[in-house]
């Protein structure tokens, strides 16, 4: 079996993400998603609209998602690779060769973002409406 795994904050859920599941998905057969806790995005400067606990009860009721675990810092990435016997780590390609680092351990793939929709756009455009 070929476990996956991605990493994000997800809020706002829209189908750039459904997208991204699903293509992360045919990248193997079991697939983890690293969902940021509210605490982790606080240190980024970010907050999420909805908490954690609800991003991740959307996650888990998303079909190609196999098992939703907290990211609570930047650190954890490699230690999740062993953690959950990783073979494939999937980003969106705004991050190509930041995850570099960790093709030792596993393959890392960059996939295209869908262009036309973004939870920044979205938030942008619901505030000047």
């Known amino acids: 079996m070929r476990r996956v ?9 829209h189908y750039g993400h ?4 699903q293509r992360a998905k045919e990248q ?4 983890v998603v690293a969902l940021s806790s509210d605490e982790f995005n ?13 991003r991740k ?5 998303i079909r190609y998602v196999d098992l939703v675990i907290p990211e609570d810092n930047w650190e954890q990435k490699a230690t999740d690779v062993d953690k959950y016997h990783i073979d494939t780590f999937v980003m969106g390609d705004d ?12 393959d890392v793939v960059y996939l295209s973002r869908t262009p036309e929709i973004s939870t ?3 938030k942008s455009e619901l505030s000047n409406s």
């Not at 193997?28 to 697939?31: A, E, I, P, Q, V």
């Not at 009860?57 to 009721?61: D, H, N």
């Not at 991050?95 to 596993?106: Q, S, Y």
């Open 57 to 61: 009860r959307m996650l888990e009721a």
């Open 120 to 122: 920044t756009r979205i």
């Open 18 to 21: 459904i997208r991204l599941l």
């Open 95 to 106: 991050w190509e060769g930041e995850f570099d680092f960790l093709k030792d351990k596993v």
């Open 28 to 31: 193997g057969d079991y697939l």
């Open 5 to 13: 795994i991605t990493y994000g904050t997800f809020d706002l859920l």
């Open 42 to 54: 606080a240190g980024k400067g970010k907050k999420s609209y909805f908490t954690y606990e609800d």
